[in-house]
């Protein structure tokens, strides 16, 4: 099932709780934290998934969104000896 934007239910909560935190704890990186928001809760429960498995697809959207989808390998051949 997908919503009018064409992004799955989930997804939507998550980019909605990325973008809704205000930048207040950002970089999000520690999982207790992320699990004790009020909405990561309720996704959790409308999904049927435990609250510190949606903080860490929280955490690791957020990863990808600041490094970009391929950034570790970027990193990688930027930091490599042969790299100009």
Known sequence: MKNKSGIPPYDAGVFFILYGNDGKHWPLRDVRTVAGYRTTRMLAHMFGK?????????????????EGEYGHEWKQQRNHPDAA
Do not use: C, P
């Not at 609250?51 to 697809?57: L, N, T």
């Open 50 to 66: 435990t609250v510190r498995e949606v903080a860490r697809d929280i955490i690791d959207r957020a990863q990808k969104l600041e």
